[in-house]
């Protein structure tokens, strides 16, 4: 590969060939608050640009851009960085989370508690249809929820409830030429479950139970999205990955993109084990390097189209992030630059 201008990562010492890597993409999701605008897209722009990462993942907040039920909603700053983020010629994945509290029966906090009614004529059906008719054309893809087995409230509901929101999302943007990819239901890969938080492996097996009791055919235009947090912290692949366990549960099962979408990945620094700053940055890099790595060039990759790493500039409550708070790189920056 010498003189190609191509940079390759090496599989047992021998370099490997781009067109190994050209059915994972890589992208970075950016988080949903952080301080000012440190996570904005228009902010973490030049790192985009220095890591040559494709794809960027936003944040469409209902409560916090529609807060009031007799106003639209102000998409001004998602708009801004849309179109900032396609100028520079990247792919534009947008997450709907939570839900906007008069919306959700009000209370304290009540912006994690599902809405008793999510059909397409509900308040959260309009927000989507928001969301869509506005990003068609302009965005590849759009993911209608986060994390709902550990998020959203109360769990004993959750289930049913992502099945009427995948199929909200589905009538919706039936309606609407040119859009996005639907992508759900980008579940936590938590083991454990409780009155909580619900197992990925429990939820996932349900809620395909529930999707075919009812019948729902989310054709090519719907993929199926996972979070490997897991995976990547506890550098584990083949068979004992999340990834594998949610490929087998789809297989024969899920009727849309058969490509499955890591939309967050990453090693969070205080889950590694390693009390040292500077060695548990180290081990960071090669946990994310080593799981990009096993994606990209083995079996464990099969069915695996993009990889979202979580944060560039980290958050001081989910430490995954490539920098530190005051946006300095980690190893784990530079090892993400090198990936091709």
Not at 22 to 48: E, I, K, M
Request: aromatic share 8%.
């Amino acid at each position: 590969m010498a003189g190609s201008g191509v940079r390759v990562l090496a599989q047992a010492g021998q370099p490997v060939p781009p067109a190994a890597m050209q059915r994972l993409a890589r992208g970075v999701s950016l988080g949903p608050g952080g301080v000012g605008d440190q996570q904005r897209y228009v902010t973490n722009r030049a790192r985009f640009a220095e890591t040559a990462t494709p794809w960027v993942k936003l944040w469409a907040d209902w409560p916090r851009v529609q807060p009031d039920a007799s106003r639209p909603p102000d998409f001004s700053a998602l708009d801004a960085d849309v179109a900032a983020a396609r100028a520079d010629g990247l792919k534009v994945m947008i997450t709907a989370w939570r839900f906007a509290q008069w919306a959700s029966g009000g209370g304290q906090d009540a912006t994690f508690n599902l809405p008793a009614d999510l059909s397409p004529s509900s308040a959260w059906g309009k927000w989507l249809d928001a969301l869509i008719a506005r990003y068609a054309g302009k965005v590849e893809a759009l993911e209608i929820v986060n994390e709902p087995n550990l998020q959203l409230r109360p769990q004993s509901r959750v289930v049913a409830a992502v099945a009427q929101m995948m199929e909200t999302a589905s009538e919706v943007a039936g309606r609407h030429s040119g859009a996005p990819l639907l992508v759900g239901p980008a579940t936590a890969d938590v083991d454990d479950g409780s009155s909580q938080r619900t197992a990925y492996d429990v939820f996932t097996r349900e809620l395909l139970d529930t999707l075919d009791q009812r019948g729902f055919k989310p054709g090519a235009r719907f993929a199926w999205s996972h979070h490997n947090y897991g995976d990547v912290e506890n550098d584990r692949g083949g068979d004992r990955s999340s990834l594998a366990r949610v490929r087998e549960m789809l297989s024969g099962r899920w009727g849309g993109s058969q490509e499955i979408l890591v939309t967050e990945s990453g090693a969070r620094i205080d889950q590694l084990g390693v009390h040292d700053p500077a060695a548990a940055r180290l081990r960071q890099a090669a946990l994310i390097e080593r799981s990009m790595r096993r994606l990209a060039f083995g079996p464990d990759g099969a069915g695996v189209a993009l990889v979202c790493q979580y944060l560039f500039v980290t958050d001081a409550n989910y430490d995954s992030g490539l920098c530190d708070l005051d946006g300095t790189p980690r190893p784990a920056y530079y090892a993400w630059s090198q990936l091709p």
